[in-house]
T-cell receptor
Framework: DQQVKQNSPSLSVQEGRISILNCDYT??????FLWYKKYPAEGPTFLIS?????DKNEDGRFTVFLNKSAKHLSLHIVPSQPGDSAVYFC???????????FGTGTSLTVIP | DAGVIQSPRHEVTEMGQEVTLRCKPI?????LFWYRQTMMRGLELLIY????????DSGMPEDRFSAKMPNASFSTLKIQPSEPRDSAVYFC?????????????FGNGTRLTVT
């Protein structure tokens, strides 16, 4: 049973525009959320995180928003660049647990 | 920092053969995770170790799968006998400290093909 869901397998965006990747979760105990980026033939690399005490975290062009009541988070990339083309995984963990739960990933293509 | 090192990068084997995947975590990290990536389920946790001790192996699909961590710098994931449905990319990841504050660092994975 997927506790973290990414319902959009793929997304295409024009260079310079905003990319919005979405993630939903079912476990209300989750309180730490992360986004990973994965290029082909490489392992996922950590991109940005947010704890449940916040509703927004920014790092350069990347912003993660958390809506706890909706059990939803999103990753915004502004402006999108061709180098951002990758698979993005959402992950979550609970303070009471000690493992991460990952979504199935969204493949982002930024068109030059 | 060399990062998490996995070997081999690719493994092609015939059904019924034994397969061993290897992982060297980042030095000083005390938690190690084995994940399997498939199209249908994304990244599935198979097993994780804390201070070399297996903590949760509930994600290991069958008794054909086993994992060991004999010391802080080495872990293996073994499949015996292998089956075509085991074909996937297997990732090892490590982290330091409480999970809540420590993102995982992944290796580049082993792509396993069982024919």
């Amino acid at each position: 049973d997927q506790q973290v869901k990414q319902n959009s397998p793929s997304l295409s965006v024009q260079e310079g525009r905003i990319s919005i990747l979405n993630c939903d979760y079912t476990n209300s105990m989750f309180d730490y959320f992360l986004w990973y980026k994965k290029y082909p033939a490489e392992g996922p690399t950590f991109l940005i995180s947010i704890s449940s005490i916040k509703d927004k975290n920014e790092d350069g062009r990347f912003t993660v928003f958390l809506n706890k009541s909706a059990k939803h988070l999103s990753l915004h990339i502004v402006p999108s660049q061709p180098g951002d083309s990758a698979v993005y995984f959402c992950a979550a963990s609970a303070d009471t647990g000690n493992q991460f739960y990952f979504g199935t990933g969204t493949s982002l293509t930024v068109i030059p | 920092d060399a990062g998490v090192i996995q070997s081999p990068r690719h493994e092609v084997t015939e059904m019924g053969q034994e397969v061993t995947l290897r992982c060297k975590p980042i030095s000083g990290h005390n938690s190690l995770f084995w994940y399997r990536q498939t199209m249908m389920r994304g990244l599935e946790l198979l097993i994780y170790f804390n201070n070399n001790v297996p903590i949760d192996d509930s994600g290991m699909p069958e008794d054909r799968f086993s994992a060991k961590m004999p010391n802080a710098s080495f872990s293996t994931l073994k499949i015996q006998p292998s089956e075509p449905r085991d074909s996937a990319v297997y990732f090892c990841a490590s982290t330091l400290g409480p999970i809540i504050n420590s993102p995982l660092h992944f290796g580049n994975g082993t792509r396993l093909t069982v024919t």
